[in-house]
């Protein structure tokens, strides 16, 4: 790898004896400079070697350490596997070559395999074709994108809205866009993983309260008042705990104290509140709340894209800025399509939001009944199922599937170290005898395992 060049002295103009005290001088310095290149030389080729050996030293320890973290994963029963679904996703599906009802959908209200909806999407593929190939500044915007976010502004009462091709991107491009080093972001310590990676983007001084605790976040308000801008961040619903923001005293408490309020309502939109509005509607701060954050992905058909809504100049300046939509795709004209049908559906058939607070009802109230612990909000479709340990949690999950009910067991780091849960959701398309076979599946496999006497 290494060339040793020995440069050529130069002509001497000197006497014979002069020159020939010369040459032997040459001869000295050339043998020394041999000397040291070529220790230079055996020097460079060793550490070549040992970087080589280490290179390849740090490949096996890289896939050492994944392989012990992966052991230690299914020892202690958090280890994640994927099941695979044959069918389309409705409340029977078929999964390992079994028909089982699935309880751990985020279908709400029931309309991912809607007809309607489906029709919606193949007529729109038909007129906008299957996608765009840009991002929406370029040339991917159709006239189907600013409908829909004209209609989804009109659902919330605000001004404006912009798509994005995630919750989890609008989040992540949110808050990096308006907060500066002289902001403070203020967040529930629950918030949704999208909310604090969104965080941890900007560089805004970061707090956080206890869950729930008005307390706690009045404390920081106090504390923080020097700050120029500060938003206050909440989960509008706790997908792992089934709880609710109290969003009447966290809009009070920003009043109070000249803080913006920031609500992620994807476990809301659709279903929670009289007509769908979400936790806004349901605590009457439809209006008051700054900046909603939402997806077209769970109760709204189960497709995907996400969005904000908030007042024009909030949105016009997240066009300009928000980098998940600058540099992401337009959302595929399909599911725009049959989004714009989910909130005409939404708007015109309250009674599958009836329907599902029926529904939640009914399930919440038998298994509590049967002896189990349930966390949350009575009013709340999402059902977490307290085990505690991450293994025992996983067990009974596998068994359930036996009995032909498909839940999902939920450890550390999606909840904290020794909380484990199952987190049963239900739907509006779940019939009563659906859910008296998953109460009577969970109690059987429960009192088996010691859970529950």
């Given amino acids: 790898f290494f060339f040793l060049m020995i440069r050529r002295p130069p ?71 994927e099941r695979i679904i044959t069918s389309p996703q409705r409340i029977s599906i078929q999964t390992n070559g079994q028909n089982v009802l699935n309880f751990c959908a985020n279908n709400y209200l029931g309309l991912a395999d809607n007809q309607d909806i489906i029709e919606a999407a193949k007529r729109t593929l038909d007129t ?22 004209r209609k989804i502004a009109a ?32 967040s529930d310590q629950l918030n949704h993983a999208s909310i604090i990676d969104g965080v941890r983007l900007c560089k805004a001084k970061r707090f956080r309260y206890n869950h729930l605790d008005m307390q706690d976040l009045e404390r920081i308000l106090q504390e923080t008042q020097n700050a120029r801008l500060r938003f206050i961040a909440t989960d509008g619903v706790f997908s792992m705990d089934g709880d609710f923001a109290p969003l009447d005293q966290i809009v009070a408490l920003a009043k109070k104290y000249h803080a913006y309020t920031f609500v992620d309502e994807c476990h809301a939109t659709g279903f929670l509140g009289e007509t769908g509005r979400g936790t806004p509607q349901l605590f009457g701060v439809e209006k008051e709340v700054d900046f909603i954050s939402s997806t077209l992905g769970k109760a709204l058909g189960g497709g995907s894209g996400g969005y904000i809504t908030s007042r024009k100049e909030v949105v016009d300046y997240l066009r300009q800025k928000a980098r998940p939509y600058l540099f992401s795709n337009s959302i595929a004209p399909a599911i725009v399509g049959a989004s714009l049908k989910v909130f005409d559906i939404i708007d015109n058939q309250p009674q599958l939001i009836q329907q599902l607070n029926t529904n939640t009802k009914v399930f919440r109230e038998g298994m509590q009944k049967a002896g189990f612990k349930i966390l949350g909000n009575q009013a709340c479709p999402i059902v977490p199922v307290y085990i505690g340990d991450a293994k025992l949690a996983g067990e009974l999950a596998e068994e359930l599937l036996q009995e032909g009910i498909y839940v999902i067991a939920f450890s550390y780091p999606v909840v904290p170290k020794g909380q484990a849960r199952i987190r049963v959701q239900i739907s509006a398309a779940h019939k009563p005898a659906d859910l008296e076979k998953a109460i009577t599946g969970f109690t059987n496999v429960a009192r088996k395992k010691g859970i529950i006497q």
């Fill in 128 to 149: 906008h074709g299957f996608g765009l190939s840009s991002v929406r500044f370029i040339c991917g915007t159709q006239d189907l994108h600013k409908e829909l976010e």
């Fill in 155 to 186: 659902f919330h009462q605000k001004e404006d809205s912009i798509l994005f091709t995630s919750a989890f991107d609008a989040n992540a491009g949110f808050f990096e866009t308006f907060l500066t080093e002289e902001d403070a972001i203020i």
């Fill in 11 to 81: 002509r001497s103009t000197q006497s014979r004896s002069s020159a020939a005290s010369d040459v032997y001088k040459r001869q000295v310095s050339t043998q020394s400079t041999w000397g040291i290149q070529i220790k230079t030389g055996m020097i460079l080729t060793k550490l070549v070697r040992n970087f080589s050996t280490t290179a390849k030293h740090t490949h096996h320890s890289l896939k050492a350490i994944i392989e012990a973290q992966i052991k230690e994963l299914k020892q202690t029963g958090v280890y994640k596997t």
